[in-house]
């Protein structure tokens, strides 16, 4: 390896560290200020509403958002893959992603006046199959039944 | 039926620990587990090197490039041979170790065994010394390593190594193991201090052997040691970059010559004109 590529690495590795950590705090501010925004929609597993409630409109609602990590994460959870254990530099990223996912499925939601949404599931897919270990992204989907509550 | 989303408290998800302090310890713990594992398979190969029969290293070396290998310079061939044989015929070697030299037309002041015995020693080497005795003393010093197996050492180590480094590499992130790989090689590509000196000592009791005293063997070291850093020209720096600590083997050398009794004067040989 010459010279020139190990400054590039360490080059990567500290822009990597640096403008990733920047983006993520920078998100988790986006994140707090709209989950506040949202807190009235309510998020629901169950599959069904309680009888009680009178429904005056369902819809499917989905958010979905593709994330992905930074140089600097990246060569951390290669490292942690060598000896095991747990890899915190992606659950910051999975939790952004959830989170992202949800507070977008919930804005679909606010804009047709749901208050609730139920049978709220989540899915996550890695969209770097087939790519090796060249992009570290994860697709995260949130999806469930907005009711308009009348 | 009355419906809450209570607000969650955070970091139940994630790991509150900073993230730098979660690379530093990593890359300090997985950096001494590859050392460890390097070390420790070296000194394995010290003892297994040695057991590969040299008619193996000697067919496979045939099969490795050869690149130094000309029929251009008859004369100097002829005679590093000739000088070859009479310093490998000092060294007790082994039944069936033959050594063959090679002369190569480039500045490199240095000289290299590699695999099968086979021995290159570059034109720069020749014109850097003043006698046939020094140019003699790095000759058996070559001829040492050939001796003690060192090629093979070194080989297996560098195989080895890289297995291990690709299997780490399928388990872990390319890039990762491969600037690890790359500071780990590092350690293994040249032949280490404790090798050196073992040739070097076989080295000077062959040209004791051949010449009937040591005078002129540490001159070529001698003529390296004295340039400094600053002064060094270029075609010398692959000398130092394979043989550290030029002072010491003088010093070393000198003890063992005192210690043998090895007269340290005598008439040196001259090179012959080509």
């Known amino acids: 390896m010459s010279s020139f590529e190990l400054y590039l690495f360490f080059g990567l590795l500290a822009g990597g560290y640096v403008i990733g950590s920047y983006l993520e705090r ?74 992202e996912a949800v507070l977008r499925m919930k804005a679909e939601a606010k804009k047709q006046g749901a208050k609730m949404i139920f049978n709220v599931k989540l899915e996550t897919a890695s969209i770097s199959k087939g790519a090796g270990k060249r992009i570290g992204s994860v697709e995260v989907l949130a999806y469930g039944t907005a009711l308009r509550i009348s | ?26 890359l300090l713990g997985v950096t001494l587990l590859l050392v460890v594992l390097v070390f420790l398979i070296s000194f394995a190969l010290r003892w297994l090197g040695p057991l590969v029969p040299f008619s193996w290293e000697k067919a496979l070396s045939n099969r490795v490039a050869t690149e130094f290998v000309t029929d251009e310079f008859p004369e100097q061939q002829q005679w590093l041979q000739k000088l070859t044989d009479e310093l490998a015929a000092q060294q007790d070697l082994p039944e069936g170790m033959t050594i063959t030299a090679h002369y190569s037309d480039s500045e490199t002041v240095n000289a290299l065994a590699t695999l099968g015995g086979n021995i290159i020693i570059f034109r720069g080497l020749i014109e850097a010394v003043d006698s046939e005795n020094g140019l003699a003393m790095v000759i058996a010093h070559e001829i040492g390593h050939v001796k003690h197996r060192h090629p093979i ?114 008439e040196l040989e001259a090179l012959p004109v080509f």
Request: no cysteine; charged share 20%.
């Open chain 1, 26 to 99: 920078k998100h988790y501010r986006s994140i707090f200020a709209r989950e506040e925004q949202f807190q009235d929609v309510l998020l629901i597993a169950a599959k069904t509403p309680d009888e009680s409630l009178s429904i005056e409109h369902s819809e499917m609602v989905t958010g979905s958002v593709v994330v992905s990590v930074d140089y600097f994460k990246r060569f951390v959870a290669g490292l942690r893959n060598l000896v095991g254990g747990r890899v915190s530099s992606y659950e910051s990223l999975l939790d952004r992603g959830r989170r």
């Open chain 2, 153 to 266: 050492v070194a080989l297996g180590r560098g195989l080895i190594t890289s297995l291990v480094f690709a299997v780490l590499g399928a388990g872990g992130d390319s890039a990762a193991t491969g600037v690890l790989s790359k500071f780990g090689l590092l350690t293994v590509l040249s032949f280490n201090r404790e090798q050196e000196r073992e040739s070097d000592e076989t080295g000077l009791a062959a040209v004791y052997g051949h010449y009937g005293h040591v005078n002129g063997a540490t001159e070529f070291f001698e003529k390296m040691g004295g340039l400094t850093s600053g002064e060094t020209p270029l075609r010398a720096k692959e000398f130092f970059a394979t043989h550290p600590a030029t002072q010491n083997r003088i010093i070393d050398l000198k003890r063992l010559a005192a210690q043998n009794g090895w007269p340290s004067s005598g």
């Open chain 2, 1 to 26: 039926m009355n419906y809450q989303n209570p607000k969650l408290p955070e970091g139940i998800n994630t790991s509150r620990e900073h993230p730098l302090k979660d690379f530093i310890v990593l």
